[in-house]
């Protein structure tokens, strides 16, 4: 059972275009969805985050648009540079940070942005 | 500086082995948790610990044992139980407690390659 769906598994995208990766949940309970960026052979760190009582967030060129009733999120890159080529985790949580945290995990977007 | 510290870096197992992967964090996290990573599957969750001297199973336990003796430490063990121990281990920590928020904050990883 894949609680969190994401799409597309790779993504290449022309320098200064927009990168767009989606993602899709189950647990109507979920009530933190946070993106993490990961480098090769290094730890994921996070990138943007969102709680479902906003529709939209942005930070510079990241933003994460959120549709709860069709209980999907997305990260939008513009600008997209090739020091963006990394992969991209979607994740999602519920409980507020109680005795129970912890994150699920999407199965990550492999994004390549060409000069 | 303060951060997550995994060692070692890279590690091989011969079949029949156990290893063990060191976790060390000076955040002053209360949570610490295990991920493994493999291609193309994301990060799921092997276990992980919300105070010292407890811990509970994640999605992927079985073959792994870990012990949380100090707040700084969450140790990890591949047993020779797990027969597909090849993959990227990934330790992480939060602060505990809703106002801490629920950043996830990850170390940069362990490699173990069975030979």
């Known amino acids: 059972q894949q609680q969190v769906k994401q799409s597309p598994q790779s993504l290449i995208v022309q320098k200064g275009g927009i990168s767009i990766i989606n993602c899709a949940y189950e647990?109507?309970?979920?009530?933190?969805f946070p993106w993490y960026q990961q480098f090769p052979g290094k730890g994921p760190a996070l990138l943007i985050a969102i709680r479902p009582d906003v529709s939209e967030k942005k930070e510079g060129r990241f933003t994460i648009s959120f549709n709860k009733s069709a209980k999907q999120f997305s990260l939008h890159i513009m600008d997209s540079q090739p020091g963006d080529s990394a992969t991209y985790f979607c994740a999602a949580s519920k409980g507020g940070g109680g005795s129970n945290y912890k994150l699920t995990f999407g199965k990550g977007t492999l994004l390549t942005v060409n000069p | 500086d303060g951060g997550i510290t995994q060692s070692p870096k890279y590690l091989f197992r011969k079949e029949g082995q156990n290893v063990t992967l060191s976790c060390e964090q000076n955040?002053?996290?209360?949570?610490m948790y295990w991920y493994r990573q493999d291609p193309g599957q994301g990060l799921r969750l092997i276990y992980y610990?919300?105070?010292?001297?407890?811990?509970q199973k994640g999605d992927i336990a079985e073959g792994y044992s870990v012990s949380r003796e100090k707040k700084e430490s969450f140790p990890l063990t591949v047993t020779s139980a797990q027969k597909n121990p090849t993959a990227f281990y990934l330790c992480?920590?939060?602060?505990?407690?809703?106002?801490?928020?629920?950043?996830?904050?990850f170390g940069e990883g362990s490699w173990l390659t069975v030979v």
């Open positions: 992480a920590s939060r602060a505990a407690g809703i106002a801490s928020g629920n950043t996830i904050y």
């Open positions: 647990n109507t309970a979920f009530d933190y």
């Open positions: 610990s919300q105070i010292v001297n407890d811990f």
């Open positions: 955040l002053n996290h209360d949570a």
